[in-house]
C-alpha cells in the first residue's frame, strides 16, 4: 500500500521536462495505479491582460490522445480529468493525519465509504464534482473492452474561469496494465500559447530590453566623447551593460516565440541562461572590485586577483547550473534534498560576496579617508549608501517571499509570481544605473584614477598623513595586499 502510495504522489517524471505549452506525447508510458498531471495558468476571455494573434480570444484545452497497451487479454480503464486548482480537493482522499493522498479507489477505502470511492478501479472524485452530475470536474472515461488495444479521445475543454488548472491521465484499474500515450494536449489562453504565469514576462523583457538599449546608447557616447579619459572600471561597466542587453532581448525573442508557436526552442534558453549566469557573476565581480578600490585607488588588485578569480569561476558554475534547473523544470518541482544541492552553493558564495564587498569597501573608506582624498571618498560613500539601500531592499523582499510562500497557497497567486523574478531583474539594473551615475565618463575621470590626491594641508601634514596611511592594517584574508604603491602624477612622489 505504502509502495502504491508513493507511486501516486511521486506521479509524473515527464513533468519535469515541461518545455512548451503544446505537450506531445511519444509512447509515453502510462503504468497502473499512477497518476500523471499537468498544470498551466489560464485566463479566461474576460480577464485576459491582452487578446488577439497569435491567440484567437479563446481559452480552451485541446485533448487529442491515442492510449494503446500492449496485453489487451482483459478489460482496463483510464481517465481524464480537468480542473481548476480550487477544486483540486474534490479529487483524491486524505487520510486524517497524513500529508499524502491517495487517488485511486482501493477495497479498503471502499469498505470504509470513503466519498467518491464508488468503485475499485476508479478515480476517487467527490459526489459534488462529478461531472456526471453536473458538477465542477471536467472527465472522460475511456474504456478497453477485452482484445481492444486503443482508445482515442478529442476533446476541447473551454477555460471559463482564470487560475490555474490542472489535466490527470490516471490508470488506477490494475487489469489495464501498461499504456503507452501519443498525441498532443494544447493550452491556448486568448493571447496565444504562453502559459498565464509567464505572460506578463514578455511585456517586462520587452522593457527591459529597450532601458538595457537606451543606457547602452548613452553610456556608449559617453565614453567615445571622453575615450581618453575612459576608466577601466568604466570599460567593465561598458561589458554588464553588454550583457543586461543581450539577456534581455533574448528571453524577450524566446517569450515570443514560444507565444506564437507553443513550443520552447532550446538555443534560445541556453543563450538566455548563459547570459543571464554571466551577467550575473560579472555585475557581482564589479561591484567587488569597485569595493576593493581597483581602478579608483589603486591600479591593480596585487595578489587578491588570483581569489576574486576563483569566486567569480566557483559562482559562475554553481549558478548556471541553477539556472538551468530552473528554465527546464519550476524549482518547486525538484525534491528537497536536489533544491537545496542546486540553491545552497550559490547562496553561500552570494554570502561571501556580500561580506567581501561591504568589508572591502569599509577598509577603501577608511583608507579615504585617513588620506583626505575628498573626491573619491565622497564618490565611495554614494557608493556604499546605493549598496546598503540595495541589501535592505533585498531583504525586505525575501522576507515578503517567505511570508507568501509560507501563509498562502501559490496556486492562488499565480498570476503575480512573476514579480518574484522580475524584481531581481529590476533591482540589478537600477543598481547599474546607478553605478553608471557615480562613475559616468566625464573630463573629470582623473580625479578618480589611481593617482592620489594632493591635500589640502602643508608638506608637514602631508608627511604625517602618509605615514598614517603606510600604517593601514590589513586584517581580511581577501583584502588587497600592499604590493603596489600610488603615484602622484602631479609630484612624481610615491605614497
Same mark, same amino acid.
Given at each position: 500500500?505504502?509502495?502504491?502510495?508513493?507511486?501516486?504522489?511521486?506521479?509524473?517524471? %515527464?513533468?519535469?521536462?515541461?518545455?512548451?505549452?503544446?505537450?506531445?506525447?511519444?509512447? !509515453?508510458?502510462?503504468?497502473?495505479?499512477?497518476?500523471?498531471?499537468?498544470?498551466?495558468?489560464?485566463?479566461?476571455?474576460?480577464?485576459?491582460? +491582452?487578446?488577439?494573434?497569435?491567440?484567437?480570444?479563446?481559452?480552451?484545452?485541446?485533448?487529442?490522445?491515442?492510449?494503446?497497451?500492449?496485453?489487451?487479454?482483459?478489460?482496463?480503464?483510464?481517465?481524464?480529468?480537468?480542473?481548476?486548482? =480550487?477544486?483540486?480537493?474534490?479529487?483524491? *482522499?486524505?487520510?486524517?493525519?497524513?500529508?499524502?493522498?491517495?487517488?485511486?479507489?482501493?477495497?479498503?477505502?471502499?469498505?470504509?465509504?470513503?466519498?467518491?470511492?464508488?468503485?475499485?478501479?476508479?478515480?476517487?472524485?467527490?459526489?459534488?464534482?462529478?461531472?456526471?452530475?453536473?458538477?465542477?470536474?471536467?472527465?472522460?472515461?475511456?474504456?478497453?473492452?477485452?482484445?481492444?488495444?486503443?482508445?482515442?479521445?478529442?476533446?476541447?475543454?473551454?477555460?471559463?474561469?482564470?487560475?490555474?488548472?490542472?489535466?490527470?491521465?490516471?490508470?488506477?484499474?490494475?487489469?489495464?496494465?501498461?499504456?503507452?500515450?501519443?498525441?498532443?494536449?494544447?493550452?491556448?489562453?486568448?493571447?496565444?500559447?504562453?502559459?498565464?504565469?509567464?505572460?506578463?514576462?514578455?511585456?517586462?523583457?520587452?522593457?527591459?530590453?529597450?532601458?538595457?538599449?537606451?543606457?547602452?546608447?548613452?553610456? /556608449?557616447?559617453?565614453?567615445?566623447?571622453?575615450?581618453?579619459?575612459?576608466?577601466?572600471?568604466?570599460?567593465?561597466?561598458?561589458?554588464?551593460?553588454?550583457?543586461?542587453?543581450?539577456?534581455?532581448?533574448?528571453?524577450?525573442?524566446?517569450?515570443?516565440?514560444?507565444?506564437?508557436?507553443?513550443?520552447?526552442?532550446? %538555443?534560445?534558453?541556453?543563450?538566455?541562461?548563459?547570459?543571464?549566469?554571466?551577467?550575473?557573476?560579472?555585475?557581482?565581480?564589479?561591484?567587488?572590485?569597485?569595493?576593493?578600490?581597483?581602478?579608483?585607488?589603486?591600479?591593480?588588485?596585487?595578489?587578491?586577483?588570483?581569489?576574486?578569480?576563483?569566486?567569480?569561476?566557483?559562482?559562475?558554475?554553481?549558478?548556471?547550473?541553477?539556472?538551468?534547473?530552473?528554465?527546464?523544470?519550476?524549482?518547486?518541482?525538484?525534491?528537497?534534498?536536489?533544491?537545496?544541492?542546486?540553491?545552497?552553493?550559490?547562496?553561500?558564495?552570494?554570502?561571501? /560576496?556580500?561580506?567581501?564587498?561591504?568589508?572591502?569597501?569599509?577598509?577603501?573608506?577608511?583608507?579615504?579617508?585617513?588620506?583626505?582624498?575628498?573626491?573619491?571618498?565622497?564618490?565611495?560613500?554614494?557608493? +556604499?549608501?546605493?549598496?546598503?539601500?540595495?541589501?535592505?531592499?533585498?531583504?525586505?523582499?525575501?522576507?515578503?517571499?517567505?511570508?507568501?510562500?509560507?501563509?498562502?497557497?501559490?496556486?492562488?497567486?499565480?498570476?503575480?509570481? %512573476?514579480?518574484?523574478?522580475?524584481?531581481?531583474?529590476?533591482?540589478?539594473?537600477?543598481?547599474?544605473?546607478?553605478?553608471?551615475?557615480?562613475? +559616468?565618463?566625464?573630463?573629470?575621470?582623473? !580625479? *578618480?584614477?589611481?593617482?592620489? =590626491?594632493?591635500?589640502?594641508?602643508?608638506?608637514? =601634514?602631508?608627511?604625517?598623513?602618509?605615514?598614517?596611511?603606510?600604517?593601514?592594517?590589513?586584517?581580511?584574508?581577501?583584502?588587497?595586499?600592499?604590493?603596489?604603491?600610488?603615484?602622484?602624477?602631479?609630484?612624481?612622489?610615491?605614497?
Amino acid at each position: 500500500m505504502a509502495t502504491r502510495l508513493a507511486r501516486l504522489v511521486l506521479a509524473c517524471c %515527464w513533468l519535469l521536462l515541461a518545455d512548451a505549452n503544446i505537450y506531445r506525447y511519444t509512447r !509515453q508510458p502510462l503504468e497502473p495505479d499512477v497518476i500523471q498531471y499537468r498544470r498551466v495558468g489560464m485566463y479566461a476571455p474576460e480577464d485576459s491582460p +491582452s487578446s488577439g494573434p497569435p491567440g484567437n480570444g479563446d481559452s480552451l484545452v485541446k485533448v487529442d490522445v491515442t492510449f494503446s497497451r500492449l496485453s489487451a487479454r482483459s478489460s482496463g480503464l483510464i481517465q481524464v480529468l480537468i480542473f481548476h486548482s =480550487e477544486n483540486m480537493d474534490l479529487v483524491g *482522499y486524505q487520510e486524517p493525519g497524513t500529508i499524502q493522498k491517495t487517488y485511486c479507489c482501493t477495497n479498503s477505502l471502499r469498505t470504509q465509504n470513503v466519498p467518491g470511492c464508488a468503485e475499485v478501479g476508479h478515480l476517487i472524485v467527490s459526489p459534488s464534482g462529478s461531472a456526471a452530475a453536473g458538477g465542477l470536474l471536467w472527465q472522460r472515461d475511456l474504456t478497453f473492452g477485452v482484445n481492444q488495444s486503443t482508445s482515442q479521445l478529442q476533446a476541447d475543454f473551454e477555460v471559463e474561469k482564470s487560475g490555474v488548472y490542472y489535466l490527470l491521465f490516471s490508470s488506477c484499474d490494475l487489469s489495464t496494465g501498461v499504456v503507452f500515450l501519443n498525441g498532443a494536449t494544447s493550452w491556448v489562453n486568448p493571447y496565444g500559447y504562453l502559459p498565464g504565469e509567464l505572460f506578463h514576462f514578455l511585456p517586462f523583457y520587452g522593457a527591459m530590453s529597450l532601458v538595457y538599449l537606451s543606457l547602452g546608447v548613452l553610456w /556608449f557616447i559617453l565614453c567615445v566623447r571622453y575615450l581618453q579619459q575612459v576608466l577601466r572600471v568604466q570599460t567593465c561597466i561598458s561589458g554588464v551593460i553588454a550583457l543586461g542587453m543581450v539577456e534581455t532581448t533574448t528571453w524577450y525573442l524566446d517569450y515570443v516565440n514560444f507565444n506564437s508557436s507553443g513550443l520552447r526552442g532550446l %538555443w534560445p534558453v541556453v543563450i538566455g541562461v548563459l547570459a543571464s549566469t554571466v551577467k550575473k557573476t560579472v555585475s557581482r565581480l564589479l561591484v567587488l572590485v569597485v569595493s576593493l578600490g581597483y581602478g579608483v585607488v589603486r591600479p591593480t588588485l596585487g595578489a587578491v586577483t588570483n581569489r576574486v578569480m576563483l569566486l567569480g569561476l566557483l559562482y559562475l558554475l554553481f549558478s548556471m547550473i541553477l539556472d538551468t534547473v530552473s528554465n527546464l523544470s519550476p524549482i518547486t518541482e525538484v525534491s528537497v534534498p536536489l533544491r537545496l544541492l542546486f540553491i545552497l552553493p550559490v547562496a553561500l558564495l552570494d554570502a561571501v /560576496f556580500y561580506w567581501w564587498i561591504f568589508s572591502g569597501l569599509s577598509r577603501t573608506l577608511s583608507q579615504l579617508a585617513s588620506r583626505k582624498q575628498t573626491a573619491k571618498l565622497d564618490l565611495y560613500r554614494r557608493f +556604499s549608501r546605493v549598496l546598503i539601500a540595495s541589501i535592505v531592499l533585498s531583504a525586505a523582499w525575501v522576507s515578503w517571499q517567505m511570508v507568501v510562500i509560507i501563509s498562502d497557497s501559490l496556486d492562488d497567486r499565480w498570476d503575480s509570481l %512573476w514579480v518574484f523574478d522580475a524584481f531581481w531583474h529590476l533591482l540589478y539594473a537600477v543598481i547599474l544605473m546607478a553605478i553608471c551615475f557615480l562613475w +559616468s565618463p566625464s573630463k573629470n575621470n582623473l !580625479q *578618480y584614477a589611481y593617482s592620489q =590626491e594632493l591635500r589640502q594641508e602643508d608638506e608637514g =601634514e602631508e608627511g604625517e598623513g602618509e605615514e598614517a596611511a603606510a600604517k593601514d592594517p590589513l586584517p581580511d584574508a581577501f583584502a588587497i595586499e600592499e604590493d603596489v604603491h600610488d603615484v602622484d602624477v602631479g609630484t612624481g612622489k610615491r605614497h
